[in-house]
């Protein structure tokens, strides 16, 4: 047993919602998916600007990495704030040492130019080399038309979508909706309500799909490839693991954390460079998952990337100042709160 393990894999994360803990409370308690979104996301993203999205996923990558996590799969929006935005995320994360493939969602809640702007973001960012690919925000957002463009453009560029799918009932529809369009290079999020199965990888939060009283997804039904992600609730994968492993056994009792280790293991298609990634754990069996299951309060020591350089030492980002990042992150947070 040993100490040592390569690099985490979120496979499916919000960086923009780093700053969100401590938020205004919604004008009225939602009831549903649809209502959390309309009353509480969709009114964040909205506020969101340059600063506040730099800053965001400052914070995000640098808890990522003090829980061990070297690589994320992000998933962004930003309606008042498209042109540029995933760079901008790309940098941050570059900047603290944290492998990023990030991507805007696309949508048409805010009318056909909206999605027109988004798709051209989408483009823009892997025209020019970034790591990523198109987003859609989910099928009960979009026309049939921009699910269509949004595919084609994945299709001509050979990155996939990254989509949010059958998450309430509200998406009830988008196995139906998709079935012509998903590929196996797709990332289909959540899936909790998806009625057939669609080519892609699927992308379990549990942790979320509890918050948000969605139901359990039940990842095993399916044939597919299973990444674990959080939702935008933090990068620590061992934590989401863990909470995986116990509602996984909750359904079926002869489930084992191999399961759930294989899930964290999918993640190395998206990142094969962070299997090369040495973490060193606060815990002698990091690499056992029977232990791991089991032990809570495991934090990443130190985090070398596999060309060698130390990001993190005795817990602490070495690129940048852990003290800095939390005072221009919560100075940005006091702003986004203002606007909610």
């Known amino acids: 047993?040993?100490?040592?393990?390569?690099?985490?894999?979120?496979?499916?994360?919000?960086?923009?919602?780093?700053?969100?803990?401590?938020?205004?409370?919604?004008?009225?308690?939602?009831?549903?998916?649809?209502?959390?979104?309309?009353?509480?996301?969709?009114?964040?993203?909205?506020?969101?600007?340059?600063?506040?999205?730099?800053?965001?996923?400052?914070?995000?990558?640098?808890?990522?990495?003090?829980?061990?996590?070297?690589?994320?799969?992000?998933?962004?929006?930003?309606p008042s704030c498209i042109e540029g935005s995933l760079s901008i995320i790309a940098d941050a994360c570059a900047e603290?040492?944290?492998?990023?493939?990030?991507?805007?969602?696309?949508?048409?809640?805010?009318?056909?130019d909206g999605a027109r702007r988004g798709l051209a973001e989408n483009e823009r960012y892997l025209r020019e080399g970034g790591r990523g690919m198109v987003g859609v925000h989910a099928a009960f957002t979009c026309t049939d038309e921009t699910l269509a463009a949004a595919a084609g453009l994945a299709a001509d560029l050979g990155a996939g979508v990254h989509?949010?799918?059958?998450?309430?009932?509200?998406?009830?529809g988008a196995g139906a909706r998709l079935a012509s369009l998903a590929?196996?290079?797709?990332?289909?999020?959540?899936?909790?309500?998806?009625?057939?199965?669609?080519?892609?990888?699927?992308?379990?939060?549990?942790?979320?799909?509890?918050?948000?009283?969605?139901?359990?997804?039940?990842?095993?039904r399916w044939s597919n490839p299973v990444v674990l992600g959080t939702d935008g609730i933090g990068a620590d994968m061992l934590e989401e693991g863990r909470l995986a492993y116990v509602r996984l056994r909750e359904d079926d009792i002869t489930a084992s954390p191999d399961t759930v280790w294989q899930w964290l293991e999918t993640g190395y298609t998206f990142f094969p460079e962070a299997r090369d990634d040495r973490v060193t754990w606060s815990?002698?069996?990091?690499?056992?998952?029977?232990?791991?299951?089991?032990?809570?309060?495991?934090?990443?020591?130190?985090?070398?990337?596999?060309?060698?350089?130390?990001?993190?030492?005795?817990?602490l980002p070495t690129r940048v100042d852990l003290a800095e990042v939390r005072a221009r992150s919560a100075e940005q947070a006091a702003r986004l709160f203002a606007q909610l």
Not at 96 to 112: E, L, P, S
Not at 163 to 172: K, L, Q, R, W
Not at 286 to 300: E, K, L, Q
């Open 183 to 220: 590929a196996d290079d797709w990332l289909l999020v959540h899936c909790v309500h998806l009625d057939r199965q669609l080519p892609g990888t699927n992308a379990h939060n549990p942790r979320s799909n509890m918050n948000n009283a969605v139901g359990y997804a039940r990842p095993t």
């Open 1 to 78: 047993m040993a100490n040592v393990t390569p690099g985490l894999v979120c496979g499916h994360h919000h960086l923009y919602s780093a700053l969100a803990r401590g938020m205004p409370a919604p004008p009225t308690r939602p009831r549903t998916v649809l209502e959390l979104l309309e009353q509480v996301w969709w009114r964040l993203d909205v506020a969101l600007d340059e600063e506040i999205i730099r800053w965001s996923a400052m914070l995000g990558a640098v808890e990522a990495l003090q829980s061990g996590t070297t690589a994320i799969i992000d998933h962004h929006e930003s």
């Open 283 to 315: 815990y002698d069996h990091a690499d056992s998952p029977w232990h791991v299951v089991f032990t809570p309060g495991m934090r990443a020591v130190d985090v070398e990337l596999a060309g060698g350089e130390v990001v993190l030492r005795d817990g």
């Open 163 to 172: 989509i949010h799918v059958a998450e309430g009932i509200d998406d009830i």
């Open 96 to 112: 603290v040492g944290v492998r990023v493939n990030t991507t805007y969602g696309v949508t048409d809640r805010h009318g056909a």
